[in-house]
């Protein structure tokens, strides 16, 4: 059925003003980083970036995000595929209860659990290191991770692992053999959604490490806007570094994103 003149006048209005929406702040964000600087140190366009690199040390903040982001992505996708699996393929007694428990990991905030978190994690000897970063980003990125390939591996075909299984292959095999290779836009998807998570994460850095060597990007532009600059295009500058990589990865994994989005990895 064709839509009506008025709803399509109506729904591209509506979608110009989230559109606006959207886009206004980074739109703002990016003309304030290339105008002139009104710190007073007489830069300009790219040079602005290239001061607030200098000044905010965005060089060792990007390299501890791209550290632990690389390395949560890494391991949270290999255990949800693992936890999906058997989530997805198998019955034993208790994955109910298992499965809910998983679940209160996406349901819980993390302003619910960092003040608790930081105190195991001392009782230990883990705070202000990498691991104090990484491993509550693993726990949490896991959680919905094996949500979602649970989903997937129960809505896979059954004729592929019946015949994977009469060819003689064991659950290992039938995995990474049969059911992983058709699962590359839910995986991309998953990637790009724990990439973002982590990368963006601000509360647990702010409270785990206290060294600046360990400072991820977010953090480090949260003391750059205070403790190196008070102008507003130099941090601008900070924030367009920060939020590059993110976009690049999406830009670079866009179309596998989408079509996983679009093919519903929850198929439930």
Same mark, same amino acid.
């Given at each position: 059925m064709r839509a009506s003149l008025t709803e399509r006048v109506g729904n591209y209005l509506l979608l110009t003003v989230f559109g606006l929406f959207a886009l206004g702040p980074i739109v703002t964000i990016l003309v304030a980083a290339f105008g002139p600087d009104d710190g007073g140190s007489g830069s300009s366009g790219f040079g602005n970036f290239g001061k607030a690199w200098e000044i905010g040390h965005f060089g060792s903040y990007l390299r501890t995000s791209v550290l632990v982001s690389v390395s949560v992505v890494v391991v949270s996708v290999l255990l949800s595929v693992l936890s999906g699996y058997a989530f997805g393929t198998m019955r034993f007694r208790g994955a109910g209860v298992l499965f809910y428990l998983f679940l209160l990991g996406i349901m819980m905030p993390t302003e619910a659990i960092i003040v608790p978190l930081y105190f195991d994690l001392r009782s230990l000897g883990l705070t202000d290191t990498f691991w104090a970063i990484a491993l509550p980003q693993v726990a949490q990125s896991v959680a919905f991770g094996t949500f979602w390939m649970r989903a997937y @591996?129960? +809505? +896979?075909s059954r004729s592929l692992v019946e015949a994977a299984r009469l060819d003689g292959a064991g659950h290992w095999r039938t995995l990474w053999a049969v059911l992983v290779p058709p699962a590359r836009p839910a995986l991309v998807t998953l990637v790009v959604l724990v990439f973002m998570w982590?990368?963006?994460?601000f509360l647990i850095p702010?409270?785990?490490v206290t060294s600046e060597s360990l400072r991820t990007a977010p953090l480090g532009l949260a003391? @750059? +806007?205070?403790?190196y600059t008070s102008g507003f295009t130099l941090l601008a500058a900070g924030a367009v570094i920060v939020g590059t990589p993110v976009v690049l990865v999406y830009a670079f994994l866009q179309r596998h994103f989408i079509a996983g989005m679009l093919e519903g990895a929850v198929r439930e």
């Open positions: @591996f129960r +809505s +896979s982590t990368w963006n994460e702010l409270v785990m003391f @750059f +806007s205070g403790q």
